[in-house]
């Protein structure tokens, strides 16, 4: 135990977070069992020490634990966990889930056996909490925690103090908004546009922070999401692995798309059942957002498949993706983190929690129509016309 006190200590005096995230004000930290889901790469374990550090400092009463650990290989969970509570812990914070092989069950019997142990695990987005999942599906809190937003990158890299700003607000005042942004908000002679242009290429994965090749990285770590997060986690024979790349490598290239199941059969050589598997096998690890009308759902066939994020299609492109590829897929990316998007059968291309229809555009050319629209290319907006960052703002 003494080891991972130490070890805990190194780790909290030592964590570098620069930027406070969104998510430490919205959970609910009263509750009892809480997971925090996120792709990789996008600050789960710096979460989960930066609220040892906010909350407990170095008091014996948090400890946060790694399922990388070789302890784990011999000893269970329920016995740390007994451990912990007889030494007077509270609160355990656990990394590296999917590594521990009863995690599931073994979370339960702690929720059952300890009712003054809080728990607050990180997991893989793959892994199922809620449906299929007895021993947890009616205890466990589940948060998300996304890649960096334009504000939260803002507040990163200029010291700012943006706040989160609501979809309802912004269209409703969005010109005032985005002027007391501009104004007041940011440093003088700020050039925002060319901000917002850097972050779709590089600011989405809090990692462009390291010294080291961002692009490079972001390889490796879509690499891990296919050969871990799917294949491990989901128990899928490493034989199919070549598939799954292959058929990623065909969506990096066309996206967005309509998909076209037949073609992607023959190309990859299998079924036009296992291509929708594993599309949505790419969607849960947060490589691909799938667009579906209102009321369709997986496993029917999604109308539009974006790349999950900006960030992978500069990464993964050959040669720069188009602007307006870009825009929608921003677009959807951000809205997505707190809203309900789908495809709409009107000329417009997205509908907002089935109330805002939207159009998307790369750049503002003076005539938008009578529709909500968002807009890249220009910074203060006017009647139904937003300026894409500001939508930004929205976590």
């Given at each position: 135990?003494?080891?991972?006190y130490r070890t805990?200590?190194?780790l909290i005096?030592?964590?570098?977070?620069?930027v406070?995230?969104?998510?430490m004000?919205?959970?609910?930290w009263?509750?009892?069992?809480i997971?925090i889901k996120g792709?990789?790469?996008?600050?789960?374990t710096?979460f989960?020490?930066?609220?040892a550090?906010?909350?407990?400092?170095?008091?014996?009463k948090c400890?946060y634990?790694?399922?990388n650990?070789?302890?784990f290989t011999?000893?269970s969970?329920?016995?740390?966990?007994?451990q912990?509570?007889e030494?007077?812990?509270?609160t355990?914070?656990?990394?590296?889930?999917?590594?521990y092989e009863?995690?599931s069950?073994?979370?339960?019997?702690?929720?059952?056996?300890?009712?003054?142990l809080?728990?607050?695990?990180s997991?893989?987005p793959?892994?199922?909490?809620t449906?299929d999942n007895k021993?947890?599906q009616?205890?466990?809190?589940?948060?998300?925690?996304?890649?960096?937003?334009?504000?939260e990158?803002l507040?990163?890299h200029?010291?700012?103090?943006?706040?989160?700003?609501?979809?309802?607000?912004?269209i409703?005042?969005?010109?005032n908004?985005?002027q007391?942004?501009?104004?007041?908000?940011?440093?003088?002679?700020?050039q925002?546009l060319?901000?917002?242009?850097?972050y779709?290429?590089?600011g989405?994965?809090?990692?462009?922070l390291?010294?080291?090749?961002?692009?490079e990285n972001?390889?490796?770590?879509?690499?891990?999401?296919?050969?871990?997060?799917?294949l491990?986690?989901?128990?899928?024979?490493?034989?199919?692995?070549?598939?799954?790349?292959?058929?990623l490598?065909?969506?990096?290239?066309?996206?967005?798309?309509?998909?076209?199941v037949?073609?992607?059969?023959?190309a990859?050589?299998?079924?036009?059942?296992?291509?929708?598997n594993?599309?949505k096998?790419l969607?849960d690890?947060?490589?691909?957002?799938?667009l579906?009308?209102?009321?369709?759902?997986?496993?029917?066939?999604?109308t539009?498949?974006?790349m999950?994020?900006?960030?992978?299609?500069?990464?993964t492109?050959?040669?720069?993706p188009?602007?307006q590829?870009?825009?929608e897929?921003?677009?959807?990316?951000t809205l997505?983190?707190c809203h309900?998007?789908n495809?709409?059968d009107?000329?417009?291309?997205?509908?907002?929690d089935?109330?805002?229809?939207?159009n998307?555009?790369?750049?503002?050319d003076?005539?938008?129509?009578?529709?909500?629209t968002a807009?890249?290319?220009?910074?203060?907006?006017e009647?139904?016309?937003?300026?894409?960052?500001?939508l930004?703002?929205?976590?």
């Amino acid at each position: 135990m003494e080891a991972f006190y130490r070890t805990h200590i190194a780790l909290i005096d030592t964590v570098e977070s620069p930027v406070r995230r969104t998510l430490m004000d919205e959970i609910d930290w009263k509750d009892r069992l809480i997971a925090i889901k996120g792709s990789r790469g996008v600050g789960k374990t710096t979460f989960l020490l930066q609220y040892a550090k906010e909350h407990y400092g170095h008091s014996r009463k948090c400890l946060y634990i790694n399922f990388n650990n070789f302890y784990f290989t011999e000893h269970s969970l329920v016995e740390f966990a007994k451990q912990f509570v007889e030494q007077g812990g509270e609160t355990l914070l656990i990394d590296q889930t999917f590594k521990y092989e009863n995690w599931s069950a073994e979370l339960r019997q702690c929720y059952d056996l300890y009712p003054n142990l809080h728990i607050i695990f990180s997991c893989s987005p793959v892994m199922r909490l809620t449906e299929d999942n007895k021993d947890l599906q009616d205890i466990v809190k589940m948060y998300n925690l996304r890649g960096l937003s334009f504000r939260e990158y803002l507040n990163l890299h200029h010291g700012t103090q943006l706040k989160v700003i609501k979809l309802e607000d912004i269209i409703q005042n969005h010109a005032n908004i985005a002027q007391d942004i501009c104004e007041n908000h940011l440093p003088k002679d700020f050039q925002l546009l060319n901000e917002f242009s850097e972050y779709l290429h590089h600011g989405y994965y809090p990692f462009h922070l390291e010294k080291r090749n961002y692009y490079e990285n972001l390889l490796k770590t879509i690499n891990m999401m296919i050969e871990v997060d799917i294949l491990i986690i989901k128990q899928i024979d490493v034989s199919y692995l070549a598939k799954i790349r292959k058929l990623l490598h065909i969506l990096m290239q066309t996206a967005p798309c309509s998909p076209n199941v037949s073609k992607f059969s023959l190309a990859i050589d299998t079924s036009r059942a296992t291509i929708m598997n594993y599309i949505k096998y790419l969607k849960d690890a947060r490589l691909l957002n799938l667009l579906y009308r209102e009321g369709d759902v997986f496993p029917k066939k999604p109308t539009k498949i974006y790349m999950q994020n900006t960030n992978l299609m500069y990464a993964t492109a050959e040669g720069d993706p188009k602007p307006q590829d870009v825009a929608e897929t921003y677009f959807y990316n951000t809205l997505h983190a707190c809203h309900k998007i789908n495809a709409t059968d009107r000329n417009e291309l997205f509908v907002v929690d089935g109330r805002w229809n939207f159009n998307v555009f790369d750049h503002y050319d003076g005539n938008v129509g009578f529709h909500l629209t968002a807009c890249g290319g220009f910074t203060i907006g006017e009647g139904n016309k937003i300026p894409l960052w500001l939508l930004g703002f929205l976590y």
